[in-house]
Each structure stands twice: as structure tokens, then as C-alpha cells.
DNA sequence: CATGAATGAGCTTTCATTCAT
DNA sequence: GATGAATGAAAGCTCATTCAT
């Protein structure tokens, strides 16, 4: 029974569980690589690590990705798959006060973004956006601009709403990014090494921000008209 | 005419020359070392290229500081640590109300620190703490533990003095730091390479925050006695 | 005939062939660094040196050994410590009386380890054991410990059968080991550069040296009952 | 008064101050090398080190011996002061049996060389003998050789008077140096290092050498007319 | 003479990349 | 296609030696 004919259906079944396995190679690779970068950046994530968790040899992953760069911009580009269209959906059918949308779409994005790997996106184009400056301008685009763009929706719904007050849009965008990109950072920097005591929990973190950025530090005597918005806002310690 | 005096003024010249040399050196690696740091960060800054931009060999670095990490330690030391007794000292001796403290701090913080290279400390860290976990826990103790401890002063002068509400101190203190470190990481990350049109304008980025921190973005009551806070307040475009 | 057997023992070839690189890596790099560990000391031997007498590249060494102390650890471990079994199972095995034992034990000694090169890792040891303590407590542990309880069962086993007089156990070690050690560190020193009048003959110096331990220097009147257990003797010149 | 006269006479006595330490210099260089090379080898001896225990510059160091191994050369002919002519007249005057001469003059080499700083120069030229042959013949010379030479008066001196049986000259010799050269050599390496259960007392080291290299291990029918010899010798712990 | 700042070759170890199998 | 043994260019750091002062 060792004919010819065994030999190739051994080798049809071997060829079959390669390709099964070769079609399947530069996700696991690509996943791999984004835990690894994310965790330990570019330049201290080895090729042989990335390789070992994907369960493939060194070699093979130079089979795939040309250069440890190579594989780096495909990690990037493989993970800005936009929920925008879900998110502006979301945005289109809110029907509460817009200070509401705006808690509403932090403790979301924190949910749905910040407390995942994705967030780790960030974090690492923040950190090697200057070593790769096509990939920065690719990420500003995809990602960056079109976020941009649905926080400023917000505002204008806010400021048309008669809820905020005149704000410059430009800069007031930053006002609800700069603290969620904050954080995603300092997650993965200070909040993986720091000592418990100065630890941040992220729930509470987006909850007094958001709140300050909605009615501020100062004092201000009571709106006549509307319940109490903050009932979140933990007292002085 | 040949007296002591000229003999000794002469020696006094030598061993001034030699000394200034000496003298000048950290000072001179420091500013390499700081340069480089910046625009590599701190794994990427081979020791080498630090003291061949000061002008002096490898083996020179070392006399002055005796490994890579001390030399970013001192880094840190001469640009930011040091500084913190100046800062508490305006802290000090600032008289007006805490909102207009909060706006002096914040600009002052641009103009000293975010405007200069000193700010790509901030970056460089928040993306290499986790690969040096000493380097962080020393950057904690010598940076964010005093400059947090600043902010809760002044956070506790607002409620002191009944200009600010009541606010939880442990994250209240990244309402301000937040967007300070964000901007910073920005102008180092996509700061960098993103094309004009989306180009950050840091003081302006600074006023906006500052009002909002300070107001939030609802409409509010004007309060009964006091005249508009918020005269930087950019009107939306 | 081109039957899945020939295919398969194609590829064991290819596999033996290519194992058989890797299995015979670590003989060889052992083998050139035992020369070279001799030769030149632990400190003055470099990786690169050992890497290209073993024909590999500087970095095939710390693929097989994960630093130089491990590759000396690895050295003394081939060609020391893992033969006490085999002595100890001598001594178990020796029938004769224990001066006969003692004597034996010392040529062979020599005609295992003192006459070829392993005799250059006590030497070496000797030289830099105050500079590598690690090393000095692993070498105390594999050898000296082991080699000290050899001995010391060998003088027990004399006392036991009423051969030999009571002796400090400690040091009575020291009686059989010092001779030796003496003989391989001076191979090691003077031996390689004494001009031939005063070169010393292993065995002969082994003989006296045996003799002298077992009977003494002082005469004594003959032992009633035994023949002359001294043939090697030699005559004063 | 600030005339020449004055300054002539203040460099007078700053030229006689010169004067005097530069000829103390290389006795203090080679006094801190010795101590050094003995504790830590040639090779990691650092020049540096040598030059802040003899409290000059690392410069001078090098003003008074060309490298590091004419100063190691120095420091071993430095510290070959010949003791011989004064232990020779001792051997020549000693009333007792030679037994006794032995012990003697075993305990008495322990107290005046093995227990001081030049026995570190005879660990040291083991180390360094492969490295400085010329410098290993010299001590072979001035050193090793007279030595053996009194050794053998000792040995001939008791056979001469009937205590001792024939022995072979050239390597009975080692019978009584090798047990000292091995116990300086020990005491620099393994002496520093291993745990104190394993500690060597040097005294009772020789002790015990001594009375086995004169009356041997085996048991001997207790001499017809003889006090007991051996009445240091330990008895089995 | 004496100094000590400066040098740079040299060391161990790491890791992206290659290529024979 | 897949493997993993092998490579060799760096990198951080040391220290004997030099030389301007």
C-alpha cells in the first residue's frame, strides 16, 4: 500500500493543513505582535518573541512580514478598523441632554476602546509616531481626524442645544480627547510600573474629568431649572 | 614686577583653564544627553553619539556619569527636579484669585517646560517607563509625586478659599496634569509630522483648556458679583 | 522503490545531518574552551576567541551557553565533576589494602586529570578564584567538596581496617590533596617554562610523594608481617 | 619682600620636599602594587588603584615604571629579599634531632613568610608564571632553588644521622615544599572565599602535614627507643 | 616633576536577519 | 513553504596609557 497514490494523498492532506494554517499565519503573527509592541514598545519587542507566541519559527515570520518594521505597520493598519459608523449611529439616535451624550460617549469609549488592547494603539503611535512618519500621517487620518470629528459633532449639538456656551472648535475637541488619550498612555506607561497607592482607576478617572469639563472648578450658584447633573462627582477626600 | 602675585595669577589662569574644562563638561554632555533623549529616547541614545555631540569621547561620558541611566537621571535633575523650589516659591507668593493661579501656572508650565525640549522628558518616558521600571519609579519620585503635590496645593488654596467646589484630590490632579502631559506627548508624537492644517497652537490649546477646567462647557448663570473670568475665551469658528 | 522509506530516510539523513551540527557544537566549544580557559585563565580568555577555535561565530557560543561563566561552569562539569561517579565506583569496587587504594588512587589521578589539560582548571582556579567568587563557590561545590569526601572515605576506610593511625580528618585531607594540587598548579606554572635540568617527572614526584604520606620520612623498624610495600622507592641519589 | 630670594627659597624647600617623596615613590607604588596584584591578580589589578593607595596620580604611576608589567615585574623583584643566609646559619646551629628541624622549620617558614605579605608573591608567580617566563626563571633562581637546596641539607642531615631512611633527593624536596607552596597558594584563593566550616587554621595545617610526611599514615610498631615524637598530632574528630 | 582629564581599543552580550536544509 | 542554526554589527562599559597643563 505504499503506492504513489497514498503518497500524494498525504502530501494533498499536508499541502491542505498548510494552507489552512498559511492563510491563518499573519493574523496570529499581527496579534502577537500587537500584544508584544504594545506592551514593551518597538524597539524592545525581539522578532523571536513575536514569532514564538504566533507558534511559528523566527524564520517564518520574515516569510511574512520582510523586516520588523514591515511588521509593525501592518500591526497599525490591521487594528484601525473603525466603529465609526456604530458610534455616529449611536451619536445620530441620542435623544437625552448633551451633557449626557458627552458622559455617555467617554465611559463608552473607555468601555469599548481605552480598556482594550486597542487602546494600546495609541499608546504605541503616540510613542513611535516620530520614527515613523508615514504611519503617524496614515493613523492622524484614519483614526485621529475622523474621532476629531464626531467630538466636535458633539459640541455643535451641545452649543446648538443652547446646553454650552461658545466654544473655539478647533481646540475645544481636545478638551474631551486630550483626557481619554491621556489615559490610554498612562496606562500603559506609569499604570503598569507605578505602586498601588498612586494608581488610577480608570472608571473614576473618566468620571471627575468629565465632570469638570462639563461645569468646571469654580463654584457657580445653582441652575435654576434642572436636576442635579452630577451625581457622580466623589467628594474631597 | 615679577612677584608672587603674577606668578600665582599665572598658575590661578592654568588651573582655571583646566578646571573650566572640567567644569564645563557635565554641563555640555547634559545638553547633548538631553537632545539626543528627545529625539530618539532613551534606549535608542547610544551613549556614544551623546558624547561625540558634546565633542568628547565615549570613555569621557563615563568619567562624569557612570552608566547611561544616571546620565538621564541627571538630565532629569538639571531640567525639571531642580526647578520645583522656583515653582513653589511663585506658588508662595502669588496673591490673586486661585483661577487666575491656575492660568499663570498653566502658561507658566508651557513657557518653562512644554515650549522647550525639557517636554520631550515627559514623552520619552511616558513611552519607555515600562521598559525601565527604575527609571520610572525614579521619574515618579523626583517629577509626578512633587508636581502632583503642586497641583493639590493649589487645587486645596480654590476650595480653602471657596473658589472652588469640593473635588476628589487624587484625581482632581489630573484635570490639570492631563492636558499638560497630553500636549506634551502631542507636540513629540504627531506634533512632529502632522501637515500644517492640523498644527496645534500650544497657547491657544493651553487657553481653552484652562477656561474649561476652570468653567466647564454649560452655560451657567453669569455669577451675581463678579466680572467675566474668561476674557481668552476663543468664540466658536 | 521510491517508497515512502526512501523518502523518509532522506529526510532523517538531512535531519541527522543538520542535528548533528547542533549536537556537536557544545563537544567543540567545550573542547576550545577548556584549551583556551587553561592556557590563558578565565578573565583573559575571550568569547570571540573560543567561538572561532570552535570554527563558529561569536554569537553561536551564547546560543549554546548563556555566558561565559555558564561555559566554564559547563567545562569543569564535562571534565570534572561528572567522572566522580565513575571514581567513586572504583573506590567502592577496590579490593586490596588501603595503601595499595591510596597509591592507585593518586596515579590515576594523574593519569586522568593531572597529566592532560583538565589539570589547568585547579591551576586556574587557584589563580582567580578571589576575583570570581561566584565561580570559586561553584568550583568548591562540584570538585573540592566531592574531592574532599572521596579522600576523606578513603582515610576512614583506612582507620577502619586498622591501617592507619587515628588522623584530624579535616586536615588529613589536605595530606592527599595538597601533593596533587601542588603538582598541577606547578605543571601549570613553572612546569611550562623551568629549564629541563629542573623539570619535575609527574610520576616519580607522585611515587615519593605517596610513599612518603603512607610510611613517613623517619625510619622504622620493619612491621613484623609484611613484605616491603615500598618497590617504588627510589634510592637517594 | 616679594623678592627672588624669597621665591628661590620657598622653591628650595618645595624642590627638597619633591625630592624626598620622589625617592620614597616607587617603594610606596611598589608596596600598594604588591598588595594589590596579590589580592586580585595582575590582570584585575587596575593601574588606577595602585597610584590611590601609594597617594599619588594615576600619571606618576606611570612616570616611574614605563606599563603595568615592568611595575609587576618590579613588585616581584622588589620582594625577593633573600632570608636564606639567616635560616641557613639557624640550620647550621640547630643541636636537636632533624625531626624536630623539621617541625621547626616548617612552623617557623609559616610565622616569617607564609603567614606575611610575601607569600602572596609566591601565589602570585604561580598565577603569572605562564604570562612573565623570564620573570618565573628569575624566581626560580633566586627563589625556588636556594630554597630547595636547604631543604635538601635538611633531608641529607637526617639520613646522615641515621633518622632518616633513603629517599630520592630531587623529589623528596617537594615532600616538605609542596605542603607550604600549596597552603600560600590556597590561602589567596580559596582562603578568601569559602565558608567558614571549611576554613583552613594554617597552623594546624602543618601540624598535621608535618607529622605525616615524618612518620606516615600507616601504623608502625611504636619505635624501641624513641619518646613519643608526635605529640601535636590530632587525633580523628 | 606631577597631575588627572581624555582617549579608544577591547570586552561581553543581544538580536534582526539570512539561508542551508 | 517552514525551520532554526548561524551570523555579525552594535551597544554599554572598562581601563591602560597619553599629554596638555
Sequence with gaps: MSSPITLCSIAATVRAKHARRKEARPGELLAAALD??????FAATRAEEVAKRAGVSKGTLFLYFSSKEELFKAVVRENISGRYPEWNAKLEAFQGNTADLVRLFMRQWWADVGDSRVSGISKLMMSEASNFPELAAFYQQEVIDPGSAL?????QRGIDLGEFGPIDMQYGVYTILAPMLFLATWK???GTCSDASTRLVPEDYINVQVETILNGLCVRPPPASSPSQNPQRKLAS
Design 151 to 155: 467630538i466636535r459633532r458633539i459640541l
Design 188 to 190: 500603559h506607561s506609569f
Design 36 to 41: 508584544l509592541f504594545v506592551e514593551k514598545g
